[in-house]
């Protein structure tokens, strides 16, 4: 897969006057092209990823920028890693990725449909292969115990983002609970 590419045009300050993608379409940033702006000397090629739109005008990132948004990309990562970890709940792992989630509420909306109680005894395997005995409400409580780390490690994101994104994101949620 290719990546888009646009040569931007710009001034004696570094700031983007003109741009003109690789399909041969010319942007100004204000107004229309010029003498000044089309046969500009200072040509120089950039990824559009490194392209933003500020108030109508087209500029590159700064480096600053670019730096705090490799931070957000990298925090991104982590927090949804997070997100996906096992966990601990009645003191046995619990795989929580999507097929695992989709497999546990399957087991509550069966138990649900058939009418069973909260204390129907069911074997379950778990992440290490070892069976457990699981039941429809401890099974809410690992589907309980995966939503309130995600709202941990959510809250963590936000509270790194709000305090400006300047350190690297570390994500010290709880991942062991007890009902």
């Known amino acids: 897969m290719s990546e888009t590419i646009a040569i931007c045009y710009l001034d004696d300050k570094d700031n983007v006057v003109g741009l003109k993608y690789d399909n041969g379409i010319f942007k100004v ?7 000044k702006t089309l046969p500009y000397p200072y040509e120089r090629i950039f990824p559009t990823n490194f392209l933003i739109v500020d108030n109508g005008a087209v500029r590159v990132y700064t480096t600053e920028e670019l730096a705090m ?6 925090a991104e990562r982590a927090r949804n890693k997070a997100i996906n970890e ?3 709940v009645h003191g ?3 795989k929580m990725n999507l097929r695992d989630r989709n497999n546990i509420q399957d087991g509550i909306d069966e138990a649900a449909m058939n009418n069973l109680p909260d204390d129907y005894k069911q074997d379950w395997i778990m992440a290490d292969g070892s069976i457990f005995i699981a ?3 401890k099974l809410k409580q690992v589907l309980a115990a995966y939503r309130q780390r995600k709202k941990q490690i959510y809250d963590h994101y936000i509270a790194w983002l709000s305090a400006g994104a300047i350190e690297d994101y570390h994500c010290d949620c709880n991942n062991e609970f007890t009902y």
Do not use: A, S
């Open 86 to 88: 096992p966990i601990v």
């Open 135 to 137: 039941t429809p409400l």
């Open 69 to 74: 948004q490799g931070r957000i990309e990298e």
């Open 29 to 35: 940033n204000e107004g229309t092209p010029t003498e």
């Open 92 to 94: 046995e792992i619990w």
